[in-house]
């Protein structure tokens, strides 16, 4: 499976932006990259996914380069409710079904 | 509402001990998944069924079973063979399809005892 770096912590201002870094560069031309993050003692969320374009939501937008090899997750403006461990995994378009290969994300601290 | 209910919240398990572990959807997915989560860690695949009556292994199926006689429904069976088995369970489902997105449950700390 192609894998995905991220740091392994960010802190933020509250009602800043805040960007996410992900990198993938043995990302394949099938796989799409998602993004779930887990709030403490919650199971994780969907959050956003995109394979070759930027891509946005309500949640975020995911602007992802033009090789492909990295990604970052934007949340336009953070609250205090964003505090969680974001998580980007690459899932193949063919094959993807199977599962999600979660590493150990990045810790977001929102700060008051 | 729709969704995925794990029960129970809390479960001990005794030395030696098999529990199981109940994860049931709503949504109407095919496919069904259990994933294990240990302190500080990402989360890991135990098994997965993509249709009733079938399932696969995942990367750490060793000391678990699972069956899936209804489509709503995918118990987890935590067996003695399993000697480290405290850690947070998390079920997911989807429809089928890699760009569907997979929906969690609430998930299950098993402590023993």
């Known amino acids: 499976d192609a894998k995905t770096t991220q740091p392994n912590s960010m802190e933020s201002n509250e009602e800043e932006p805040v960007h996410l870094p992900c990198n993938h560069s043995t990302i394949s031309g099938t796989d799409y990259i998602h993004w779930y993050r887990q709030l403490p003692s919650q199971g994780p969320e969907y959050v956003i996914h995109g394979l070759t374009s930027n891509v946005n939501n309500r949640m975020a937008s995911l602007a992802i380069a033009e090789d492909r090899k990295s990604s970052t997750l934007i949340l336009h403006r953070a609250t205090l409710r964003d505090a969680a461990v974001y998580y980007c995994?690459?899932?193949?378009?063919?094959?993807?079904?199977?599962?999600?290969?979660f590493g150990t994300g990045t810790r977001l601290t929102i700060i008051p | 509402d729709g969704g995925i209910t794990q029960s129970p919240k809390y479960l001990f398990r005794k030395e030696g001990q098999n529990v199981t572990l109940s994860c049931e959807q709503n949504l109407n997915h095919d496919a069904m998944y259990w994933y294990r989560q240990d302190p500080g860690q990402g989360l890991r695949l135990i098994y997965y069924s993509q249709i009733v009556n079938d399932f696969q292994k995942g990367d750490i199926a060793e000391g678990y079973s699972v069956s899936r006689e209804k489509k709503e429904s995918f118990p987890l069976t935590v067996t003695s063979a399993q000697k480290n088995p405290t850690a947070f369970y998390l079920c997911a489902s989807q429809h089928s399809g890699s760009r569907e997105t997979q929906y969690f449950g609430p998930g299950t700390r098993l402590l023993v005892l």
């Open positions: 995994i690459l899932r193949d378009y063919f094959f993807g079904n199977e599962k999600l290969t």
